[in-house]
Every structure is written in C-alpha cells, then in structure tokens.
C-alpha cells in the first residue's frame, strides 16, 4: 500500500468520523431538549432527567482532553483572560476551554492535511516554497479560526445587549416608580425581557439569583459588568452602586442613565449609517460601474470596429 492510499484512508476516516460525531450530537441535543420541556410538562424538574442526557457531550470532553493540552496556554493571566472572553460570548460551560483548545490543534492539523490529500489527488505540481507557504497558512487559518468564532459570537453578543439595554431601564424605571425594591425590580425587568433579548434577561435573572441566595448587591452589579464586558453595563453597576451608598435617587439615577444611553444608541446608529456611503464604493466601482460602462459603450465599439478602423485602413 502506498503512502497516497494510507493518506486517503486516514482521511477518508477522518471525515467519517467527524460526519458520525456531528450527527449524534445533533441527535442528542434534540432528545435532550424534548426530555427537559417533557419533564416540565408532566410537572417534574429539570435535574430530574437522569445522567444520561450529557452522556455523549462528556466522552467528547474526555477525548478532546489530550488533544486540548497541544494548543493551552501555561499562563494563568492567558487562561483568566480566556475564560472572561468565553462569558462576554455567553458561554458558561466548564468544559468549554477544553473543546476550544481541542478545535484549534484539530483544525491546525486537519486543514494541511486536507491540503495535501487534494493537492495528491488532483495531480497538482506545486514547488516546495509554494507548498510549504500553503501548509503554514492553512495550519494558521485553522489555529486561529476558532479566535475568530469566538470573537464574532462575542460582538453580536454585545451589541444585541447594547441595543436592549436602555429598554430594560425603561423598564426598571416604571417598577421603581410604582413602588418595588431593586431586587424586585431587577426579576421583573427579567421577565419581561425574555422575548425582547433573552440574553439580557438571562444576565438580570442571574444578578436576581446572586441577590436571593445571600450575595451583595455590589459584588452581584460587578459581575454583571464582568460577565457582558460592556462599558455601558459597568457604568450602570457603578451608579446603582454609588446610589445604594449614598442615598440618592433610584429612579432619576435610572432616567439620567437610561437617556444617556439612548442618544448613544442612536449616535451609534447614525454612525452606521454614515459609513453606509463609503461601503457602498466598492461594489459600485467593481460590479456596477464596469456593468455600466459595458453597456452603454458596447454599441459604440462595435460600430467603430465595424465602420470607422474599415474606413481608415481603406484610407
């Protein structure tokens, strides 16, 4: 057997595997999604179902565990700083920095060896400079893929909590003024934010948890600034905080802040759409200027290659 077909069949394996993996996890997720509304429809409890719904989720972490230590960093200062980008996506899982680090050494090795298999099969005479330059940019295309899932996770994340979040002060404002405490405010702002931006509500219904079993209110409006990331929410934590401790005014506070924060949501917007004029450039000198200029100079070349060069060389 030739090293082309022991490569074909590592890969052939390789992709099987894969394919198998993914269909089983979609699988599963979904009979755990019917078991979890199934046990609260009969009145049961989420914790009730059994060990057996993350059955397949934790042999995939104890296989991506060897192969995660390939690409984890030593320091701790890099792992801290992971884990507070892992929560600005909203991704809570402890096993979560483990199938990250397992994703970027699978994708670093995967890709050239893809690379290679096509390039072998399909018979392409690439130099030794050429080749090697494509292997190390697949190896770091795949190594860096996974930073760039996460990144682009993390900035839709922020920006639908940037959006919502004058909303929820809104909302705040209204239970404050009708007479409820903070704590009461915050699990009813919460509520009602669940079809607007689950993720906000998701955030509020955590601080409200954190205050019901014993924690300060500081420390609770600190890690909501920790766990969005967002400048907008730390200074909201801030001035609740200082209110708290000096007695000022809840709602105004809430009011003041809340329109500040609209007029940079639509600042922002206005941004946006600024920069519309300069993003439509591109397309416009690229696909619909040549478009253009092919059709209304289309008839005049061709009557001048027909008439006048004729004509000419007549002459």
Same mark, same amino acid.
């Not at 839709?156 to 909590?161: A, K």
């Not at 200082?242 to 329109?259: C, I, N, P």
């Given at each position: ?36 509304? &199934? ?35 030593? +320091?701790? *200062? +890099? ?22 680090? *397992? ?113 300060? &209110?500081? &420390? ?23 209110? +708290? ?9 809430? &009011?003041?802040?809340? +329109? ?56």
């Amino acid at each position: 057997m030739t090293s082309d077909q022991i490569l074909l069949l590592a890969l052939v394996f390789v992709a099987v595997s894969a394919a198998v993996l993914g269909i089983a996890l979609v699988a599963t997720r979904g009979a755990a999604v019917r078991g979890r509304l &199934r046990g609260l429809s009969v009145g049961g409890s989420v914790l009730d179902q059994g060990p057996g719904v993350n059955e397949w989720h934790e042999r995939i972490v104890k296989v991506a565990k060897p192969v995660a230590k390939l690409a984890t960093p030593t +320091d701790e *200062a +890099d792992v801290s700083k992971l884990r507070a980008k892992f929560l600005h996506a909203g991704i809570r899982g402890q096993s979560a920095p483990v199938l990250y680090f *397992a994703a970027k050494a699978v994708l670093a090795v995967l890709l050239p060896m893809s690379f290679t298999f096509l390039a072998r099969f399909a018979d392409w005479t690439l130099s030794t400079q050429t080749s090697t330059a494509a292997l190390l940019l697949l190896a770091a295309i795949g190594y860096y893929l996974p930073t760039s899932v996460l990144a682009y996770k993390t900035r839709q994340r922020q920006l639908e909590l940037f959006e919502a979040f004058p909303d929820a002060l809104d909302l705040m404002i209204v239970c404050v003024e009708a007479g409820l405490g903070l704590d009461m405010a915050l699990n009813k702002t919460a509520e009602e934010m669940k079809i607007r931006s689950p993720e906000l509500a998701e955030e509020l219904e955590m601080v409200a948890l954190e205050l019901r079993v014993g924690s300060s &209110r500081e &420390r609770a409006l600190r890690n909501l600034a920790m766990r969005t990331g967002l400048d907008e929410v730390n200074t909201f934590a801030t001035m609740l905080i200082q209110a +708290d401790r000096f007695g000022t005014s809840l709602a105004e506070s809430l &009011r003041v802040h809340a +329109d500040m924060l609209r007029t940079r949501r639509r600042l922002r917007a206005e941004e946006a759409a600024a920069k519309i004029a300069l993003k439509l450039l591109f397309p416009l000198i690229f696909f619909i200027f040549p478009s253009l200029l092919l059709v209304l100079l289309g008839p005049a070349m061709i009557q001048i290659y027909r008439i006048l060069l004729p004509t000419m060389a007549g002459s």
